[in-house]
């Protein structure tokens, strides 16, 4: 899977973009800013513009207390290291309102996942402490910088979603030693070491015994070349209990993974798992519909472990 | 009426003409042999003959005439190709002149859109909006990466400047340490590269450094990577044939890859669904660009020109100009266009027979 659409809509608001060259919706160039949305900065050619800059300019034009949205698109390679969380960071004294933050709706054409170049992420959670949304796309990157995060602490954030197609396990270790009372959906696509998603089923413990997450409600555990190890891991994990949904898709999950699903924990209370992307034969795929009546089972996307090789969905 | 096409007797492209030609009433159209001028002889035309130079196929004859002897599947030779081909077209245009053929496209025309270079330079000129490329010849990768550094661009597509069919096309980016080309470029068994029906991806700067080195020679077009348009997890282009003019045709060919060419998975796209992303507006400002690059090349009666759309869906670029381009078995011409209704090659009779004088007069 590749991504190649930007968001349409972020926190429930449509999104409206904010480029140097401007301000538009739906391809539409717009005059004045429009209100109820939610606003896409990014640079439109990197070879033209910086981040920073560009953010400078959405600053001026619209009125920074009343942004609550906010995703960061494309910042090129030509934008200092450390941006853009650097550019956010400095402007958080005038985003006041700011309680949804995506960094990185970058897409295949512009940069394929692994080639997104974050940096330490720490400085967000700290200057936007009543954000309630965290979403970050890329990971391990091309380039000086990985994808990092210290453990950190939060009384509002409500959903962390990270989308890479290699996750270092510095950042799981992270999220898995943060204190997050509030948090009721946390998803991580894992992705494969190769592209630097070293995480191991260890460095998920914190996590799946739910201790600092009493709250939670969605856990996603995806995208990994490890699905089956996760899968039975997440069996036998205590934070279960207190989930609505559950998500092991993406991966390279196989029978073996599910059949440790089916003889764990229960899983009726479950209202949707989700399990696309998956080389479960075909009695097996049978087997885990029969024993979770009620619980709606995404088991969509089969890939056959005899011809197909294992894949996660999202890699490179 | 007769039209005369100098073709590959047989191949499909002939073999469509001229069943356009029996579905218009007209006899069949007379076909030179692209293979008979290439290896020598002298062509000769029927006066007032309505002439149409078209593609010389796939043929493997051919090939080996243009090319020189080889695998056909070899990438490379283009420089080779682009001289022969463009001396034969000469010669069959004296030829045309000497009968009093009335050609419908032109061997000058013919030759600049099978340079990438001189077709990208000459849309420009005309103010038609293109992708900005590389001024001047690129050597090598050494000297390919010197001039992006200069250019600062990091996202490129390297294109063989005579190459077609996507034929050592290499979709190529670079980051801090990090390099990375798609190609449908293979290595050969017995050295260099052939087209395979794959794309693939080189990820270490001697393999790539190794696949530019061997398409340099040839000569080089480098455009920057305008990030395209998707729908449905596909990026997309349109190929809009334009006959006398006015876009008549027009597909979505979409991909998973940087390439959206048929023959490398590429597929066919709903335009229906892409005109109603674009709304009307843009739809007709598209359209209106293909028209704009068409009028280009004003003594060709059809050209397939390669649009590419934005990823914000607003601003269109020209990527190519096909001289051959309208190899479209089966596609009906827009509703409320000349070619409602008509395939590629019967709007192109119709519009062959409208604008000629000879043709009204007989």
Redesign the interface.
């Known amino acids: 899977?590749?991504i190649?659409?930007?968001m349409g809509e972020f926190a429930g608001l449509p999104v409206a973009?904010f480029t140097e060259n401007g301000m538009?919706r739906n391809?539409?160039?717009l005059t004045a800013p429009p209100t109820g949305v939610a606003w896409r900065v990014r640079v439109?050619d990197?070879?033209e513009a910086v981040f920073g800059d560009v953010l400078g300019r959405f600053l001026e034009t619209v009125d920074p207390a009343t942004v609550t949205a906010l995703v960061v698109g494309w910042w090129g390679?030509?934008s200092p290291v450390g941006e853009p969380v650097t550019s956010l960071v400095g402007a958080a004294d005038r985003l006041t309102a700011l309680r949804s933050l995506f960094v990185g709706d970058v897409?295949?054409?512009?940069?394929?996942i692994s080639?997104i170049?974050q940096s330490d992420i720490t400085p967000l959670p700290a200057a936007f402490p009543r954000l309630e949304r965290l979403g970050v796309r890329g990971g391990e990157g091309?380039?000086?910088e990985p994808l990092r995060l210290r453990p950190f602490r939060s009384a509002h954030l409500r959903e962390l979603r990270f989308e890479s197609g290699g996750l270092p396990a510095d950042v799981v270790r992270a999220v898995a030693a943060s204190e997050l009372p509030a948090l009721e959906h946390l998803e991580m696509w894992l992705g494969m070491e190769h592209y630097g998603g070293d995480a191991t089923v260890a460095d998920l413990a914190p996590i799946l015994t739910g201790e600092r997450l009493p709250s939670l409600r969605h856990l996603g555990l995806q995208d990994s070349e490890i699905q089956d190890a996760i899968a039975e891991a997440v069996a036998q994990a205590p934070v279960v209990a207190r989930l609505e949904t559950l998500a092991l898709s993406m991966g390279t999950l196989t029978d073996t993974g599910a059949e440790a699903l089916l003889s764990g924990q229960p899983l009726i209370h479950l209202r949707s798992l989700d399990l696309h992307h998956h080389y479960l034969s075909d009695a097996m795929a049978a087997r885990v519909r029969a024993a979770l009546p009620g619980v709606k089972v995404d088991l969509s996307g089969a890939l056959d472990p005899e011809h197909d090789t294992l894949w996660v969905a999202v890699s490179? | 009426m007769t039209f005369t096409v100098v073709g590959t007797p047989g191949d499909r492209r002939v073999t469509l003409f001229a069943a356009a030609c029996t579905a218009a009433g007209l006899p069949p159209p007379e076909v030179a042999a692209w293979r008979d001028v290439l290896e020598g002889a002298e062509p000769s035309f029927r006066p007032g003959t309505l002439l149409r130079l078209d593609s010389p196929g796939e043929d493997a004859a051919c090939d080996a005439l243009l090319r020189g002897p080889g695998d056909p599947t070899r990438v490379g030779g283009g420089a080779r190709w682009h001289a022969t081909f463009t001396a034969a077209l000469h010669r069959v245009a004296s030829a045309a002149r000497r009968d009093g053929a009335v050609p419908l496209n032109d061997a000058d025309e013919i030759a600049v859109m099978f340079d990438k270079r001189r077709c990208h330079t000459r849309l420009q000129a005309a103010g038609v909006p293109v992708p900005p490329a590389l001024d001047g010849p690129v050597h090598d990768y050494a000297h390919l990466r010197e001039r992006l550094a200069e250019?600062?661009?990091?996202r490129v597509f390297v294109k063989p400047a005579h190459g077609s069919s996507a034929s050592g096309v290499v979709a190529l980016?670079f980051?801090?340490?990090?390099v990375?080309a798609v190609t449908s470029a293979a290595p050969a068994p017995g050295g260099g590269y052939r087209n395979s029906l794959r794309v693939r991806?080189y990820e270490t700067e001697h393999e790539v450094a190794a696949l530019v080195d061997a398409l340099a020679p040839d000569g080089l077009h480098v455009e920057?990577w305008l990030?395209?348009a998707?729908?449905d997890?596909?990026?997309l282009d349109l190929r809009v044939v334009v006959v006398a003019g006015v876009p008549t045709h027009a597909v979505v060919r979409t991909s998973?890859s940087?390439m959206t060419n048929l023959h490398l998975g590429g597929r066919r796209g709903d335009l229906a669904a892409v005109r109603a992303?674009?709304g009307e507006d843009?739809w007709q400002r598209a359209l209106a660009v293909c028209a704009a690059a068409a009028r280009s090349f004003p003594r060709s009666l059809m050209t397939g020109v390669d649009l590419l759309v934005g990823?914000?869906?607003?601003r269109f670029a020209v990527a190519e100009v096909n001289a051959f381009g309208d190899l479209l078995p089966g596609l009906p011409g827009l509703p409320g266009g000349p070619a409602e209704g008509l395939d590629t090659y019967a709007a192109q009779v119709r519009a062959a027979l409208t604008r000629s004088p000879e043709a009204c007069a007989s």
């Open positions: 899977m590749l190649h659409e930007r973009d538009e391809g539409e160039p439109d990197e070879d390679y030509e897409v295949v054409e512009e940069r394929e080639w170049e091309s380039g000086q490179e | 250019a600062g661009w990091s980016q980051s801090r340490d990090r990375k991806a920057k990030p395209k998707a729908l997890g596909r990026v998973r940087p992303v674009l843009r990823i914000g869906w607003r």
